[in-house]
Nanobody, 116 residues
Framework: QVQLVESGGGLVQPGGSLRLSCAASRSIFNLNTMGWYRQAPGKERELVATATSDGTTNYADSVKGRFTISRGNTMNTVYLQMNSLKPEDTAVYYC??????????WGKGTLVTVSL
């Protein structure tokens, strides 16, 4: 059973930075896309950023220019560098890994709180 383990969340002041990391417990067969989603209190889960195996990235409009997604050398890891954080970025951030057949794995989430 593949597990995705996220780390790097925490409390940060507005304008600050955090770096999230996600690693799969073992190699994922036919892994294509890894990404980050988030869910704020009372809201639905939404896409933050994704990165495919060929290097294509995609970002939500709300984070473009502030967040950067990258894949690790092992390709079973993914990172999210978050700069210029805003209170509205407060959410639980979930890592996702999708295989070419569409099957997805999810992490348990890491809480990011942006507040004074």
């Amino acid at each position: 059973q593949v597990q995705l383990v996220e780390s790097g969340g925490g409390l940060v002041q507005p304008g600050g930075s955090l770096r999230l990391s996600c690693a799969a417990s073992r190699s994922i067969f036919n892994l294509n896309t890894m990404g980050w989603y988030r869910q704020a209190p009372g809201k639905e889960r939404e896409l933050v950023a994704t990165a495919t195996s060929d290097g294509t990235t995609n970002y939500a409009d709300s984070v473009k220019g502030r967040f950067t997604i990258s894949r690790g050398n092992t390709m079973n890891t993914v990172y999210l560098q978050m700069n210029s954080l805003k209170p509205e970025d407060t959410a639980v951030y979930y890592c996702n890994a999708a295989r070419t057949n569409g099957f997805s794995y999810w992490g348990k989430g890491t809480l990011v709180t942006v507040s004074l």
